[in-house]
């Protein structure tokens, strides 16, 4: 009876194994340069040797061919499907498509979200800004030694502006403050996204207290006659910074939400659902991180005149604004 079985199965192959070993050339061409790359008679024939290599497999399957043959056929199959199938877009199209349409739209559809993130941000700068001109000994609560590198209430106004323009060469205090701000922010920005799916409550927490240190440093500077000084300094990068970690709180706020109020949804739908827009806004906030490091980079250091930085970090703010607010609208 096996004899029989192995014949049969041998007899199967051999009547079409030309035409599979056929498609599975076709296939790795696809593969390698995508359908597009193929000739009109090459992807005819893709098309209808993956049909017929369907009906194979099933005939296959009914009268129990060995199980190499069956695997060999189902893998063949698979790889077919996809080529066939599958949306044919390159990267460079994907990440087109993304910039123009889906990271724009996601951004309206979760405006308040973004909103409610820059909100908690603004209030706990506020708080910082009051409560230093309270009590200056406020400043080492909120930003550490470890974080202000020993600037602080203490610090004499004429060192707060020569780190501000750079006048002595040797003072890169403020630029390894700027750095040490931006991975900070990066982390928050991370956090924030990663934890407000945790009934958002340390999304919130996290980008308030990342105020308070903002609200206190601007203080600090306010205090000594130095507070256009510090936003000009501030804007070239901190406009697109900020802006960014908002963004990724609104995306974390958003998963939170899901799981607070599902609605007619489970959490686990109401989740997924969410985590479609939330995670294009994680990846603009990641965007717009990369822009910020190389503001801060280069246009802190080349950069001295007052008024140009504002002009570019708010230049450059007006931007994203644009973009998120237009691009991807449809005619009506």
């Known amino acids: 009876m096996e004899s029989a ?8 192959r051999e009547e ?15 593969e390698a340069r995508g359908v597009t790359g193929l000739s009109f008679m090459q992807a005819r024939d893709l098309s209808s040797l993956y049909r017929q290599a369907t009906t194979s497999l099933a005939i296959a399957r009914e009268i129990s061919l060995d199980k190499a043959l069956l695997a060999y056929l189902e893998a063949l199959t698979a790889r ?5 199938y599958a949306p044919q877009e390159r990267l460079g199209g994907v990440f087109a ?17 973004i909103l409610l993130g820059f909100l908690c941000l603004c209030l706990g700068a506020f708080s910082g800004y009051l409560l230093y001109f ?34 002595d060469p040797s003072a890169q205090g403020l630029g390894a403050f700027a750095t040490f701000l931006f991975s900070h922010n990066t982390r928050i920005a991370i956090f924030v996204f ?7 409550v340390p999304a919130i927490a996290l980008i308030f207290y990342n105020g308070l240190m903002f609200g206190a440093f601007v203080a600090l500077h306010v205090d000594r006659g130095l507070g256009w000084d510090i936003a000009g300094w501030l804007s070239i990068h901190g406009v697109t910074e ?4 908002c963004i990724a709180c609104g995306a974390g706020l958003q998963l939170g939400f899901a799981v607070l109020f599902p609605g007619q ?35 802190r250091q080349l950069v001295q005149d007052l008024n140009t930085r504002l002009w570019i970090g708010w230049g450059v703010g007006a931007l994203w604004l644009v973009w998120f607010c237009l691009a991807g609208r449809g005619r009506r």
């Open 242 to 245: 900020l802006s960014a970690i």
């Open 16 to 30: 079409r194994e030309a035409d599979w070993r056929r498609l599975e050339a076709l296939v790795q061409e696809a």
């Open 194 to 200: 990663g934890l407000g799916v945790f009934l958002c």
């Open 80 to 84: 077919a499907y996809l080529s066939v």
């Open 134 to 167: 309270d009590d200056p000994d406020w400043y080492h609560v909120f930003l550490p030694d470890s974080l202000s590198a020993g600037r602080g209430p203490g610090s004499t106004t004429e060192y707060l502006r020569s780190v501000i323009y750079d006048d």
């Open 97 to 113: 498509k993304f910039l123009t349409k889906g990271a724009p739209q996601a951004m309206r559809r979760s405006w308040a979200f």
């Open 265 to 299: 949804r489970t959490r686990a739908q109401s989740l997924r659902v969410a985590g479609r827009d939330a995670t294009k806004l994680a990846l603009v906030a990641a965007l717009m991180l990369v822009a910020a490091a190389l503001l801060e980079g280069f246009g």
């Open 5 to 12: 079985d192995l014949i049969r199965s041998a007899r199967f």
